[in-house]
């Protein structure tokens, strides 16, 4: 579990398990996008935290 934490702390997704007060069980949905996140080549994830870093520089919330 802590490897999920470290990757979603590290992409900004799912803040529930960023802080471990507030710790939940992740849904089916967010099991599945961990999942595929995993299959990703070296290269595909660094291209992801950009495009991830891009979207949170944009963003207006």
């Known amino acids: 579990m802590t490897k999920i934490?470290?990757?979603?702390?590290?992409?900004?997704?799912?803040?529930?398990?960023?802080?471990?007060?507030?710790?939940?069980r992740l849904s089916l949905e967010e099991l599945r996008l961990v999942?595929?996140?995993r299959e990703l080549s070296e290269n595909d994830r660094i291209a992801m935290r950009y495009l991830v870093d891009a979207m949170r520089s944009v963003s207006r919330f």
């Open 35 to 37: 999942e595929r996140y």
């Open 5 to 24: 934490q470290g990757i979603t702390e590290m992409l900004g997704i799912f803040p529930g398990l960023t802080h471990p007060r507030r710790t939940r």
